[in-house]
């Protein structure tokens, strides 16, 4: 049997050179702008968080410091306040002092004591705004009296002057000028009908009761009645006390009575609640009238320096 041959065919082959096929195309400006944009924001990214890392790192590399406790030695003594100077003023001398922008001038013999006072560039109403006492003290520096000076107007570059009669024991005298919140407290005890606490300061002749209400532990006056009684009475007496009783009785929260049973009683009443203090002041003319709201302690230290006796 014979064998098939395979039949093998000629391929053509050209002679030409060959050339390059394109498959497929890249844009190249495509890639680059995206390319740019990527480097771009990752820079950002790194500006931004790269201090916060930082921070981190060093915190984390930063031991916590072991924190120190301060225990008092017990030997240490505790730290004490700077005691306060007294300036007490030899009355053996002639006295020239300074305070609140007024000069004063104090001489004493045995039986007169003589203050002089000149406002040297103050307000004419210093002495009303910031009362000033005088205390004297015996030889061996004990409290004899307290003296308030008189609330009153003096003008700029004007001088007045006070008497008051001693004893002759007084050896030595200090002014001062306190702040109305250190005034000493009071504590009233007195309670009237109405369940109103009041304080009642009496000399001579006069007795004033000063009513309060009660708020957050302070007493604010609220109403004065002012008691006057007269055994020694003519009859020009009596027409002064009539005249100021129909002054007073044209001020609204002010009510004045007469009684002449048994001499002369004269009484008003001031109703805080509804008087203008600031305006009818004038009128009334009595430092012992106090504005609505004055608390207890105020009124008890001024009263008691000017000779009263309170409770």
């Known amino acids: 049997m014979k064998k098939k041959k395979n039949k093998i065919e000629k391929v053509p082959i050209a002679n030409t050179e060959l050339s390059p096929t394109t498959i497929g195309a890249i844009n190249e400006n495509e890639s680059g702008l995206k390319s740019v944009i990527i ?9 931004f968080v790269l201090p916060y890392v930082m921070s981190w790192f060093e915190k984390e590399q930063t031991p916590n410091p072991t924190p120190q406790v301060t225990v008092p030695s017990q030997n240490q003594e505790p730290e004490q306040q700077e005691e306060k100077v007294e300036n007490y003023l030899s009355l053996n001398e002639q006295i020239k002092e300074s305070l609140n922008n007024c000069n004063y001038n104090v001489t004493a013999n045995e039986q007169n004591l003589s203050i002089n006072i000149t406002n040297v560039n103050a307000d004419a109403n210093i002495l ?3 009362p000033t006492f005088i205390e004297l003290y015996t030889e061996d520096k004990t409290l004899i009296k307290r003296i308030m000076l008189p609330k009153e107007m003096l003008e700029k570059n004007k001088s007045t002057t006070y008497t008051y009669d001693i004893t002759g024991q007084e050896a030595y005298i200090m002014l001062k000028s306190p702040a109305k919140e250190d005034y000493p407290q009071v504590n009233i005890v007195s309670i009237n009908q109405n369940k109103e606490p009041f304080l009642t300061c009496t000399k001579d ?18 109403k004065i009645v002012d008691s006057l009684k007269i055994t020694s009475v003519t009859e020009e007496t009596i027409n002064n006390y009539e005249n100021i009783a129909s002054i007073y009785n044209t001020i609204e929260g002010v009510q004045a009575q007469l009684n002449q049973e048994n001499g002369l009683d004269f009484t008003t009443t001031l109703d805080l609640n509804k008087l203008n203090f600031e305006t009818a002041s004038k009128s009334l003319n009595n430092e012992a009238y106090y504005a609505k709201d004055t608390i207890a302690k105020v009124i008890n230290f001024e009263m008691e320096s000017n000779d009263y006796i309170c409770n």
């Open 39 to 47: 480097i771009f924001s990752l820079l950002i990214v790194i500006i």
């Open 128 to 130: 009303i705004n910031k």
């Open 205 to 222: 002749n006069e007795t004033l009761t000063y009513i309060f209400q009660t708020q957050n532990n302070e007493y604010y006056l609220t």
